[in-house]
């Protein structure tokens, strides 16, 4: 099962994030935000309030939306071509 062992903000949508199998790299989620959990999002602000949660070990924001590793993982691959 995959983890997510930090987040860091980088600029407008953009996160780095690492993995717990070493790997790591930038994410872009400006076309990700959808539906209503991830709505809030779309202000800088509170998208910049990103944080790993301990035990979902994936990305978390105080609004309480998450993204699973996998997905993530997914995204950084295919953006990273």
Known sequence: ML???SAKYL???KLWIAFDDGTSGEVD??????????????DLAEFQNVS????????V??????L???FLKALQSKQSV
């Open 68 to 70: 699973a590793p996998e």
């Open 3 to 5: 983890h997510i062992t």
């Open 11 to 13: 600029s407008g949508y």
């Open 29 to 42: 989620l400006a076309n990700e935000l959808k539906g209503s959990m991830f709505e809030p999002l779309k």
């Open 61 to 66: 924001w105080p609004n309480g939306a998450d």
């Open 52 to 59: 790993v949660d301990p035990e979902l070990e994936t990305i």
